[in-house]
């Protein structure tokens, strides 16, 4: 079986930071993408960056320049950096994961329970 948890929201007044983490942990063979996504009350989940194995990564307009995202491979681990942030961007942020659970197994995407950030202006 494979977990992926999330960690490092609350509750912090605009321009603030905060840094998400996400561990995956149990039967994994390898990691492809990994993704944070976020999801506003009465709005669709949306992609907020995602980063290749090799660290190539992708951002969503409303966060360049002020997030970062990250990954630690030898601990199976995504970080989210967020800078300067903004009231609009309180969601629940949650944590994918493209992962593979042996070598000739086929990739399935898991996601985490989420975490909640709160920008308060």
């Known amino acids: 079986q494979v977990q992926v948890v999330e960690s490092g929201g609350g509750l912090v007044q605009a321009g603030g930071s905060l840094r998400l983490s996400c561990a995956a942990s149990?039967?994994?063979?390898?990691?492809?993408?990994m993704g944070w996504y976020r999801q506003a009350p009465g709005k669709q989940r949306e992609l907020v960056a995602t980063?290749?194995?090799?660290?190539?990564?992708n951002y969503a307009d409303s966060v360049k320049g002020r997030f970062t995202i990250s990954r630690d491979n030898a601990k199976n681990t995504l970080y989210l950096q967020m800078n300067s942030l903004k009231p609009e961007d309180t969601a629940v942020y949650y944590c994918n994961a493209a992962i593979k659970t042996s070598g000739f197994g086929t990739i399935y995407d898991y996601w985490g329970q989420g975490t909640q950030v709160t920008v308060s202006s």
């Open positions: 149990g039967r994994i063979f390898s990691i492809n993408d």
């Open positions: 980063i290749t194995s090799g660290g190539s990564t």
